[in-house]
């Protein structure tokens, strides 16, 4: 009998045609809410090229930017670039520079 690893990907980024993590469920609903528009488009009584239309040029749209930020952030750069927007730029405190230095007693 052929012995078959089992698991061989385990803790490694889920990866699908050079997509990995965040970018590939990105990508699916991005697709997903394409599709999901033009069929909304094409129920609503749209012209039915229109509706193609709309959904080839959208989904290369959504394919070509989920590669470009695939690239250009790597697997864990885009949240580590929303976090560090959450961040503030500088920390303000108002009291007096006395204030500051002296000790508190408690």
């Known amino acids: 009998m052929a012995d078959m690893e ?5 803790g490694r980024d889920v990866e ?27 129920m609503a009584g749209i ?7 709309f959904g080839v040029v959208v989904a290369t ?5 989920t590669f470009s930020l695939n690239k250009r952030y790597g697997s864990h750069g ?10 503030p730029r500088r920390i303000l405190s108002r009291k007096r520079i006395i204030r500051l230095i002296k000790k508190q007693h408690s």
């Open 61 to 65: 749209v959504i394919v070509w930017l």
């Open 16 to 42: 699908f045609k050079g997509l990995r993590a965040q970018y590939l469920f990105i990508f699916a609903g991005g697709l997903l809410a394409v599709f999901v528009v033009f069929v909304i488009m094409y």
């Open 78 to 87: 885009l949240m580590k670039l929303f976090a560090a927007r959450g961040h």
């Open 6 to 10: 089992i698991n061989k990907g385990v």
């Open 47 to 53: 012209g039915q090229w229109i509706c193609i239309l």
